[in-house]
Each structure stands twice: as structure tokens, then as C-alpha cells.
């Protein structure tokens, strides 16, 4: 499963999941752009890539902004010289109850989670088209099938990203790129551990495999996804979520 030679970005990977995918991806031997709004993030998270002996760059980019995102295509084409991969992992949540929810935790969180992916795959297929091949892996979320209380908003956004993705994936298939999603259950990161004492007890009940998944558990389906191996998959959704869903 190398991926020698190969140029993936990672949106959203200052930290968390998005970090240790970039991770992931550069131990199988990609070189690696790292965008994410949090500067000193992405930079440290490059520093750990080239660490690993590979190539990597880390650029501010708010995945809610076409231009920005262009640039972001744009910059990793001309400095790494191709693109293969496009992780897109950037996500945030404002959560609370339907009747308490105000319409700007809707649209910031749809912006992000959902037109974010949207304008990242809109950016980069020309790049693979023209190539006639790539990946692109799209981070989705449990939720997005199973619903989730006190998150409308990002439930909602995750299940549209299932949409999109199955739609890309139809539209590129014949240019030999695949789309596909991953999707995780509750991963142990800052998103999580926001989370009360209370409600992680209440969640690790209902994960037959009895822990919170951890971002090297995600970032290794992502890494088959963006191998070779995983050449004839596309437009499907893989969970990981120690069986929560099945
Ligand atoms: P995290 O909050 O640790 O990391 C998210 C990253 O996205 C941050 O570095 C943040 O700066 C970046 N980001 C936020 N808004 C952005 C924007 N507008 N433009 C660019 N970057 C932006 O979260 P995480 O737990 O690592 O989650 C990563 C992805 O996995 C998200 O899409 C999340 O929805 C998804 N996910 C997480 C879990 C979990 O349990 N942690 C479960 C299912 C899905």
C-alpha cells in the first residue's frame, strides 16, 4: 500500500485526526500539504512530516473561501508539482438543541463541514482529471446516519458530505478517480473531549468494542482508501466505529 511519489493534501490538519492522517500518509511515503485556518498548527504538523523524510508545505487556508481554496490547489501544484490525494477532513461543531439553535450555527457549520469539502473537490478534480487518476476522501461522521441529539447542524452537513461524495463519485469515475468517505464514530480529540464526563460514559455504552476509537484508527482507512488496493471502491462509506453502527 505505498504511496511513493504520490501528493496528497490534508484540509484541517493542525490537529487531531486531520494531523495523524497526514501522518499516516507520509509513513506510507506521500508527500503532504497541510491547510488549516490555525497557522502555527499546520506548520508543526508539517514540521512532523518532514521529519518522516518526506516533502511538505503548510498553508493558512479557510476551506469556506473559493478563492483561498483555489490558491491552495494552485500553490500545491506548482511547489510539489502534482496532486494525487485531497483529504478533505476540516469540520467543526456548534451543537445544542434543535429549538435553541441559531440560524448562524446552521450556516457556519454547513459552511465549513459541507460547501468546505464541496469547493475543495471542485478545486482539485481538473488536477486529477488531467491526470486521470486520484483520490479524494471526504471525512464524514457517524452521525450522519445515525442522527445524533443536539447536532441538526452537523449531522446534517455530514450526511449532505455522504451526498456529495456519492455524486462526485459517479461524475469522476470514468477519469479513474474514486471518492469516498470515512466514517468515524467517537474519536478520542479535542472535538471529543469537550464533551461532559457524563456523556462519554454514556457513549462508551453503546461501542460494542468498549473504547473511543483513536485518529490512527481512522487515518488507516484513509490510508487504504488512498492506496492502490482500494483501486475498484468508490462511492462507498467506511465506518469506523468499534460497531456502534452496523
Ligand atoms: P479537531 O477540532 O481536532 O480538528 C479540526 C481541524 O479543522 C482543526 O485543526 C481546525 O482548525 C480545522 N478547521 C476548522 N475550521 C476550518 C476551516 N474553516 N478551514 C480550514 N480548517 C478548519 O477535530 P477532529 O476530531 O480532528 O475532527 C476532524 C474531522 O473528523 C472533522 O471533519 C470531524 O467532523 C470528523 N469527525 C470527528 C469525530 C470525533 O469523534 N473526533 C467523529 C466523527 C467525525
Same mark, same amino acid.
Given at each position: ?20 492522517? $497526514? ?8 508527500? +503532504? ?27 493558512? +487556508? ?69 491526470? #486521470?487518476?486520484? #483520490? ?12 445524533? +441529539?443536539?447536532?441538526?447542524?452537523? $449531522?446534517?452537513?455530514? %450526511? ?20 469516498? %468517505? ?38 488507516? %482507512? ?25
Amino acid at each position: 500500500m505505498t504511496l511513493q511519489g504520490k501528493v496528497a493534501i490534508v484540509t484541517g490538519g493542525a490537529q487531531g485526526i486531520g494531523r495523524q492522517i $497526514a501522518l499516516t500518509l507520509a509513513n506510507a511515503g506521500a508527500d +503532504v500539504v497541510i491547510s488549516d485556518v490555525q497557522k502555527a498548527g499546520a506548520e508543526e504538523t508539517a514540521t512532523q512530516v518532514t521529519a518522516l523524510g518526506r516533502r511538505s508545505l503548510a498553508l493558512q +487556508v479557510d476551506v469556506t473561501s473559493s478563492t483561498e481554496v483555489e490558491g491552495m490547489v494552485r500553490t500545491t501544484v506548482d511547489r510539489m508539482g502534482r496532486l494525487d490525494i485531497l483529504v478533505c477532513n476540516a469540520g467543526i461543531t456548534r451543537d445544542t438543541l434543535l429549538i435553541r439553535m441559531k440560524e448562524d450555527d446552521w450556516n457556519r457549520v454547513l459552511d465549513v463541514n459541507l460547501k468546505g469539502a464541496f469547493l475543495c473537490m471542485k478545486a482539485a478534480a481538473p488536477i486529477l482529471s488531467k491526470q #486521470r487518476g486520484g #483520490r479524494i476522501i471526504a471525512i464524514a461522521s457517524v452521525v450522519a446516519v445515525l442522527g445524533n +441529539v443536539g447536532q441538526a447542524n452537523y $449531522a446534517a452537513s455530514k %450526511a449532505g458530505l455522504i451526498g456529495l461524495t456519492k455524486t462526485v463519485a459517479r461524475e469522476y469515475a470514468s477519469r479513474g478517480i474514486t471518492v469516498n %468517505a470515512v466514517a468515524p464514530g467517537f474519536i478520542d480529540t479535542a472535538m471529543t473531549r469537550a464533551l461532559s464526563e457524563k456523556v462519554r460514559e454514556e457513549l462508551l455504552r453503546r461501542i460494542p468494542l468498549g473504547r473511543l476509537g483513536t485518529p490512527e484508527d481512522v487515518a488507516a %482507512a484513509v490510508r487504504f482508501l488512498a492506496s492502490d488496493a482500494a483501486g475498484y471502491l468508490t462511492g462507498q462509506v467506511i465506518h469506523v466505529n468499534g460497531g456502534m453502527y452496523m
